[in-house]
């Protein structure tokens, strides 16, 4: 079955360091892939796609097929960048369905 | 403009009641979601629309799920005899075309407490 793994639940770094969100994915053919963000008592909102190979608050993140991997980088983390992150994917059989990861909870720390 | 909207935000229900949850797409939007958010989860799917068409109902978790869109705008998520484990959030999303790759707007969902 089609899977989105995110293996880290809680991720805290500092303010200014780097950050490195993992996503992997299972789905042997091609996939849109998404990261969607939720932060404090907002609705879930689009981060960015991969096919708009677009640089969003700083995060980017870049399709590797061969590992089948979706990580969201940002070189320097905000405090404001303290949210849920969720990576999707969609596309299978043609479906327009998103299938989510169980999202990893960022803290950027002053 | 306006953006995606649901209602009920929060709704407590006794464990066999009926609950109806209301989703309000963004205007003109042909594409319309429903997802389902237990605790400490990722969304989950469960149904989706184009236009009034129910194309897909995959994520149904049992026939006591039911959904409906019936002029191509609103659309009703109906859980008859609830039990506790549906306890959740459920989320609405829309999107203008549903092709690949296309923006889902999301809903501030409803919290569905079962007793």
């Known amino acids: 079955a089609q899977r989105v793994t995110q293996p880290e639940k809680l991720l805290s770094v500092f303010k200014g360091a780097p950050v490195e969100l993992k996503c992997n994915y299972s789905y042997s053919g091609s996939p849109e892939l998404f990261w969607y963000v939720q932060y404090s008592r907002q609705r879930l909102q689009l981060l960015l796609r991969?096919?708009s190979r677009e640089s969003i608050k700083g995060f980017t993140a870049d399709l590797n097929k061969g590992e089948t991997s979706f990580h969201l980088k940002k070189p320097f983390a905000q405090e404001e960048d303290s949210a849920m992150y969720y990576c999707?994917?969609?596309?299978?059989?043609?479906?327009?369905?998103?299938?989510f990861g169980k999202g990893t909870k960022l803290t950027v720390n002053p | 403009g306006a953006g995606v909207s649901q209602s009920p935000r929060y709704k407590v229900a006794k464990r066999g009641q009926d609950v109806a949850l209301r989703c309000d797409p963004i205007s003109g939007h042909v594409s319309l979601f429903w997802y389902q958010q237990a605790l400490g989860q990722g969304p989950e799917f469960l149904t989706y629309?184009?236009?009034?068409?129910?194309?897909?109902k995959s994520g149904l978790p049992s026939d006591r799920f039911f959904a409906e869109r019936p002029e191509g705008s609103v659309s009703t998520l109906k859980i008859q005899r609830t039990q506790q484990e549906d306890s959740a959030v459920y989320l609405c999303?829309?999107?203008?075309f549903g092709t690949g790759g296309d923006t889902q707007y999301f809903g501030p969902g409803t919290r569905l407490t079962v007793l």
């Open positions: 629309f184009q236009n009034e068409a129910q194309l897909d």
């Open positions: 999303a829309s999107s203008f």
């Open positions: 991969h096919i």
């Open positions: 999707a994917l969609s596309g299978i059989g043609g479906s327009e369905k998103l299938v």
